[in-house]
């Protein structure tokens, strides 16, 4: 592999688009993977590209995210927090914090991601979960499940 991954048309050379995931509550996401961890940096660096009015899974996990916004706009929620996001915004997404991205209704959202090589699986609300985060009225009309 190159050292140098030419950046064109919000896609990097030589890295494949792949699927958001196989299935699931989401709509309009892809994913590429730009770094996979090593030995010394055990991370993996992503980028995430959501088709306007689009959105991410509603979703929670035990390791955490870092994320810069490298494209357009939209809105996220971490926690019960809920807040409007642009180009060069950062967002950390602490350990067990329910999580969405959402793209806004006229332009894409693209995002790195930065997580730890080794991860837990996605946890999905159950029906409980959606009426804990229900209580908020912002939260239940933000929500996509």
Same mark, same amino acid.
């Given at each position: ?32 993977? %730009?770094? #996979? ?6 991370? $993996?660096? !992503?980028?995430? =590209?959501?088709? /306007?009015? &689009? ?34 915004? %950062?967002? #950390? ?6 999580? $969405?991205? !959402?793209?806004? =209704?006229?332009? /894409?959202? &693209? ?35």
């Amino acid at each position: 592999m190159s050292t140098v991954r030419k950046f064109r048309d919000f896609g990097w050379e030589d890295v494949p688009v792949l699927a958001y995931k196989e299935g699931g509550p989401y709509k309009g996401v892809t994913r590429q993977v %730009l770094f #996979e961890g090593e030995e010394s940096l055990p991370a $993996q660096w !992503r980028y995430f =590209e959501v088709e /306007p009015g &689009g959105h991410s899974t509603l979703e929670r996990h035990a390791h955490i995210h870092y994320v810069l916004i490298l494209r357009g706009r939209g809105r996220c929620l971490v926690g019960e927090d809920i807040s409007d996001i642009a180009e060069h915004d %950062l967002i #950390e997404v602490p350990s067990l914090k329910w999580h $969405q991205f !959402r793209a806004a =209704e006229d332009a /894409p959202l &693209g995002f790195l991601c930065l997580v730890s090589a080794t991860r837990d699986r996605p946890q999905l609300p159950a029906a409980e979960d959606l009426a804990e985060l229900s209580r908020s009225r912002a939260v239940a009309d933000f929500v996509r499940p």
